[in-house]
């Protein structure tokens, strides 16, 4: 199931100047420059990367649109979820965020925000464009840190005018980051250590030996199935800086507080959690880089109705599992997108008091 990325020099629209440019992942893929001005942590100009996907070199679509957020040491290169989607008749589009993948600029530091609100700019903007283009609802898609910066956004979209009224119908997170894991004093005392690191030390990094664990599962070059730009999505993963932990740690809390993302979310996890040093067939099996038992204890703070799924053998990223578990969790996923318009259907529906 190995699915082929160029991993050709990035092809970027350093202008943003708006226009629709070839991408990386072939004919098929364009990638559109967001400008977002002078980077807030002083790493000169930030931009994002939209992706969307033209099968046949046009898009007929008829049940909306799919709008998908990338994790940590991550970038959008699931070509099989595009593919997914649009034989459901979704137009699908990716994000790139800023210092990320196709994001990422010389002196900049991957992945590296002090404040996780600093994303609303380029989701806004991407959310502007896909329903420019579109028209329809949209439905949107993250995975791990991506799965919390989304509710973050959420939340502040819903109370600032409503998330429904913005054009989002739902929320698909595939093993979304709702929680510090490791030993129980990271998440009491640790994590005013973290803070006052993060605001006073913001560069330094967390100590801690490179693992290659998750990457070594997933990559076609050590252990896994997939094709990937290594620049851009290590074996070993980017360095953690204190600031940007900060910021985690600030969104972890807001998320626990409780939030309202005033549309319906599925949650898709995998069952067990496998944390190990080294590589080993156990790992293709489980999650190997969250605690499952987080996903499941904080997904009821999301607000409205959310429908949490394991999937028996699914790995970290839900999507870039093994044939069964990946086809279990696109059966999930097509029975709620099926629930869910039935559900805006009935919602909309003259005397629901909708």
């Given at each position: 199931?190995?699915?082929?990325?160029?991993?050709?020099?990035?092809?970027?629209?350093?202008?943003?100047?708006?226009?629709?440019?070839?991408?990386?992942?072939?004919?098929?893929?364009?990638q559109?420059?967001?400008?977002?001005?002078?980077?807030?942590?002083?790493?000169?100009?930030?931009?994002?990367?939209?992706?969307?996907?033209?099968?046949?070199?046009?898009?007929?679509a008829?049940?909306?649109?799919?709008l998908?957020?990338?994790?940590?040491?991550?970038?959008?290169?699931?070509?099989?979820?595009?593919e997914?989607?649009?034989?459901?008749?979704?137009?699908?589009?990716?994000?790139?965020?800023?210092?990320?993948?196709?994001?990422?600029?010389?002196?900049?530091?991957?992945?590296?925000?002090?404040?996780?609100?600093?994303?609303?700019?380029?989701?806004?903007?991407?959310?502007?464009?896909?329903?420019?283009?579109?028209?329809?609802?949209?439905?949107?898609?993250?995975?791990?840190?991506?799965?919390l910066?989304?509710?973050?956004?959420?939340?502040?979209?819903?109370?600032?005018?409503?998330?429904?009224?913005?054009?989002i119908?739902?929320?698909?997170?595939n093993?979304?980051?709702f929680?510090?894991h490791?030993?129980?004093?990271?998440?009491?005392?640790?994590?005013?250590?973290?803070?006052?690191?993060?605001?006073?030390?913001?560069?330094?990094?967390?100590?801690?030996?490179?693992?290659?664990?998750?990457?070594?599962?997933?990559?076609?070059?050590?252990?896994g199935?997939?094709?990937?730009?290594?620049?851009?999505?290590?074996?070993?993963?980017?360095?953690?800086?204190?600031?940007?932990?900060?910021?985690?740690?600030?969104?972890?809390?807001?998320?626990?507080?409780?939030?309202?993302?005033?549309?319906?979310?599925?949650?898709?996890?995998?069952?067990i959690?496998?944390?190990?040093?080294?590589?080993?067939?156990?790992?293709?099996?489980?999650?190997?880089?969250?605690?499952?038992?987080?996903?499941?204890?904080?997904?009821?703070?999301?607000?409205?109705?959310?429908?949490?799924?394991?999937i028996?053998?699914?790995?970290?990223?839900?999507?870039?599992?093994?044939?069964?578990?990946?086809?279990?969790?696109?059966?999930?996923?097509?029975?709620?997108?099926?629930?869910?318009?039935?559900?805006?259907?009935?919602?909309?529906?003259?005397?629901?008091?909708?």
């Amino acid at each position: 199931m190995t699915k082929e990325t160029s991993l050709a020099a990035p092809i970027t629209d350093t202008q943003g100047d708006g226009q629709w440019k070839a991408d990386v992942l072939g004919e098929k893929y364009q990638q559109r420059t967001l400008s977002l001005g002078q980077d807030p942590d002083g790493e000169g100009e930030a931009v994002a990367t939209l992706v969307r996907y033209l099968p046949g070199g046009k898009v007929e679509a008829t049940a909306g649109a799919v709008l998908y957020v990338h994790g940590f040491t991550d970038y959008f290169f699931q070509e099989h979820l595009a593919e997914h989607f649009a034989a459901l008749g979704y137009h699908f589009y990716a994000l790139d965020l800023r210092k990320c993948g196709r994001s990422l600029r010389d002196g900049q530091t991957p992945h590296y925000v002090t404040d996780l609100a600093l994303y609303d700019d380029e989701l806004n903007e991407a959310l502007r464009i896909v329903r420019e283009e579109t028209g329809g609802p949209v439905v949107l898609n993250a995975h791990s840190t991506g799965g919390l910066i989304l509710p973050l956004w959420l939340d502040r979209l819903n109370r600032a005018g409503g998330t429904a009224a913005a054009g989002i119908s739902g929320v698909v997170l595939n093993s979304p980051w709702f929680d510090l894991h490791g030993p129980s004093y990271y998440r009491t005392v640790g994590t005013p250590i973290i803070k006052g690191l993060g605001r006073f030390r913001k560069m330094f990094e967390l100590p801690s030996a490179k693992v290659s664990t998750y990457g070594d599962s997933l990559h076609q070059s050590v252990a896994g199935e997939w094709d990937y730009n290594l620049d851009w999505k290590p074996l070993h993963g980017f360095p953690i800086r204190f600031g940007w932990l900060r910021a985690i740690r600030n969104g972890h809390a807001q998320l626990h507080a409780g939030l309202d993302i005033g549309v319906p979310s599925l949650i898709l996890r995998s069952r067990i959690t496998k944390f190990a040093r080294r590589y080993g067939p156990a790992v293709d099996v489980a999650d190997a880089v969250l605690d499952v038992k987080q996903i499941q204890r904080w997904s009821g703070c999301l607000g409205d109705r959310t429908n949490i799924v394991p999937i028996d053998g699914a790995k970290h990223d839900v999507f870039l599992s093994s044939a069964e578990p990946l086809a279990h969790a696109f059966a999930e996923l097509d029975s709620w997108l099926a629930w869910l318009t039935g559900y805006r259907a009935e919602s909309s529906s003259p005397g629901t008091g909708a």
